[in-house]
């Protein structure tokens, strides 16, 4: 089959009420979404967030990306990666050219899985079709007490998971101890709870000194605990903490999760397929993982990420957001969101990603 359209287009969802991580405050959420329309009539859609760039974003596929597309194979993703890659270089290598290029290669493998008439994961070869996933959470609010903080992990633990997420990073040491110690008291001793600082803190030192007043709560890991471009300060805090150390989410491409792991910088990988090259970039970071017994937990995006960790031996978890949580809010274009069963998620099984979009919901929030 060849490609006969490509179409790019950018969505916007507004938060009922802001919050904020470490590092920015949130109020809507954007993303790019590519739809490719082939000679067979199968259409293929990708996707990425896109924060405020997602109009740049479809600049760049309507200027570079949709001309090399365009009669092309759709089989051939690896040439159509490496093409794509090289030709958007000056403009790109990360950031929003990946982006795109990730939304780009996630809707040619959902024609693919569409016209095997499987999913991806079948596709690929599946290792387990149940999935354990956490809860992510507990962030910044204006005013939001600790009593409060602990109602909502309350409501995550009524909801079956066994494992939540809670942002760490904007506000004193001693103030994130005793959120953290407020969320550990209302879900016991049983539930694993993770760290995020989203690169929050300055240095290597800052984050040490601040993890030694969090580990009494002995958490499950430490996300991000500085900017992701400081791999040598993150592999300085794997070396000095029991926690181990995840990161991933904003990196992108095998090379440079390659370096990643050569300094020793995180003890678990998060690619992030809608940031790190797609599906075909995943699964190569995924693999070299596995050759090295590196757990992955793959960012975000669900929809996309259970079909690919259900193909991998070191699927550690999965993240997931709860639609009380008012935080991700993609299931708003879709008509069959999935939803875990006691903290499992299990992939869908239509053709491709098997994901059903509302074309009115997609054009409500469509923006440019």
Known sequence: MKIVKVEALAVSIPLQNAVSDAVRTITHRDHLMVHIHTSGGLIGTGFTLGYDGSLAMVSMVDTIFRPMLLGANVSDTEWLW????????????????????????????????????MPVMDLLGVYSRQLRCYATGGYYRVGQTHNELADEYRLYVDKGFDAVKLKVGKLDASEDARRMKAVRHAV?????????????????????????????????????????????????????????VATGELEATRWAFHQMTELKAADILQPDATVCGGVSEWLKIAHMAAAMDLPVAPHYNWDIHSQLSATIP????TEYFVRESGVKLFDELLANPIYPDKGILTPRTGPGFGIEYIPEQIERYRIG
């Open 82 to 117: 490496a093409e794509m890659y090289r030709q958007s270089i000056q403009a790109g290598r990360r950031g929003a050219a990946l982006r795109a290029i990730s939304a780009i290669d996630i809707a040619l493998w959902d024609i693919r899985g569409k016209a095997a008439k």
């Open 188 to 244: 016991g001793d049983e539930i694993d709870i993770l760290l995020d600082a989203n690169g929050g803190w300055p240095d290597a030192p800052t984050a040490i000194a601040a993890m030694r007043r969090l580990e009494e709560f002995r958490p499950f890991w430490i996300e991000e605990p500085v900017r992701a471009d400081n791999l040598a300060a993150m592999a300085r805090i794997a070396e000095a903490l029991d926690t181990p």
């Open 314 to 317: 070191n699927h550690c978890i």
